[in-house]
């Protein structure tokens, strides 16, 4: 087994990671916790989107009569 010091500065910059990762950890949290939400949105966009462009030539139809 190999014992290994680091440098103060080192040992600082990887307190200093660790400290962010912990702090990190909330957001992932409630990030897993909205995800099922945000994609069940997505998909009614992306459904709105599909609505949008099947009438689209319609749409287009009424435009062209208009002027």
């Not at 939400?37 to 208009?66: G, I, T, V």
């Amino acid at each position: 087994m190999n014992i290994t010091s680091l440098k103060p500065a080192q040992e600082r910059e990887y307190i200093k990671e660790i400290d962010f990762l912990k702090k990190s950890l909330v957001y992932v949290k409630r990030m897993d916790e909205i995800k099922p939400r945000r994609d069940e949105l997505y998909e009614r966009l992306k459904e709105a989107q599909d609505h949008k462009n099947k009438l689209k030539p319609k749409l287009d139809e009424y435009d062209k009569l208009l002027n």
